[in-house]
């Protein structure tokens, strides 16, 4: 499995992004798939995950992010929607096997910044 995120960049507060992760090598609807992300000094946290029963958010996200998911694309959003700059970190993008318990795949990351 092969996970390019894109998509991040420099916002104000209050603002959007949409961060893509493009999913390739395996079968897509075979995969749950998640964000997380690591602001500097932190350990990585969850943000926001999805799959066939349900999706779950982080509560510091709940409300402003959305993740999604199109088929036809091989490809995962995460809407982000009133940015705040607590939200400036690493977002990394992750899969996981339907038949599995762990997130065994991740991108490289891609940079988000909020300033305020």
């Known amino acids: 499995v092969q996970l390019v995120e894109s998509g991040g960049g420099l916002v104000q507060a209050g603002g959007s992004l949409r961060l893509s992760c493009a999913f390739s090598?395996?079968?897509?609807?075979?995969?749950?798939m998640g964000w997380f992300r690591q602001a500097p000094g932190k350990e990585r946290e969850f943000v926001a995950t999805?799959?066939?029963?349900?999706?779950n958010y982080a509560d510091s996200v709940k409300g402003r992010f959305t993740i999604s998911r199109d088929p036809a694309k091989n490809t995962v959003y995460l809407q982000m929607d009133s940015l705040t700059p607590e939200d400036t970190a690493v977002y990394y993008c992750?899969?996981?096997?339907?038949?599995?318990?762990?997130?065994?795949?991740w991108g490289q990351g891609t940079q988000v910044t909020v300033s305020s």
């Open positions: 999805e799959g066939r029963v349900r999706t």
């Open positions: 090598g395996r079968t897509f609807s075979s995969y749950a």
């Open positions: 992750t899969a996981r096997s339907t038949f599995g318990a762990t997130y065994d795949y």
